[in-house]
């Protein structure tokens, strides 16, 4: 059985996209996105001020939250209407996450971290496997993979975050402040490592940052000023 179902990116669709949190009074728009649309393969930056929206706009686009209203297509599936349960499936098998505060297992070593979302269809793990997952970890430099995550530095980890959002070779990769918190060598390296693998597998790239050298490498942008999205605007 392959490890991964890859095969094209598909296109992402918007339409009257909103996310309210809280009721009645209380209630709050978080986003409000009348339309959207991002090409197969494309590779994006969210940038906007702190608070504006960006992190929610991640979790909406790739499935982790729901839209309170509106229409998400990737390709004919609209994420919108999928229960909880089917939005998770379809995550794993199409979108790899890197989170910003990297949501490792940190009694667990790094190798067995990027097997993670493997273990959801596969109790007992096989040699090409653990080949696959070592060739990641060796291809984002992490040199010792039986080392507990819980001890690795900030760079090592974000290179483990990102070496298992690659091990289902994922149409969708998405990465939340990827670079924060990490000196200017290695922003450098994690910024390498997400372009060209997104570029490897033709995957559309979604990366949420500050930062201006990644910014600058990313071909367009979405801008977010508290919850309103503007077009897709090339990158300057
Ligand atoms: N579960 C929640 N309930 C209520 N409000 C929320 C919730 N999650 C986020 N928000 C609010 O939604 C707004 C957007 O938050 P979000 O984290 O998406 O912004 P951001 O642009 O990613 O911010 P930052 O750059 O600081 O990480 C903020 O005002 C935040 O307080």
Known sequence: MPISASSEAPPLTVHDLRLVYGRGRDATTVLDVPALSI?????????????????????????????????????????????????DAW??????????DFHLAPQLSALENVLLPLRFDHWRLGAAQRDRAQDLLDAVGLAEPKRRAGV???????????????????????????????????????????LAAARRSGATLLVVTHDAALLGRLGSVIRIANGSVAPVEAAA
């Open 152 to 194: 690795l530095s900030r760079g090592e980890q974000q290179r483990v975050a990102i070496a298992r959002a690659l091990i289902r070779d994922p149409r969708i990769l998405a990465a939340d402040e990827p670079t924060a918190s990490l000196d200017a060598e290695n922003r450098a390296v994690v910024a390498d490592l997400l």
């Open 39 to 87: 090409a197969a393969g494309a590779q994006l930056s969210v940038s906007g001020p702190s608070g504006s929206g960006k992190t929610s706009l991640l979790h909406v686009l790739t499935g982790i939250e729901r839209p309170t209203t509106g229409l998400i297509c990737w390709g004919s599936v609209d994420l919108a209407t999928l229960g909880e349960g089917a939005r």
């Open 91 to 100: 995550r794993r098998r199409n979108v790899g996450l890197v989170f910003q």
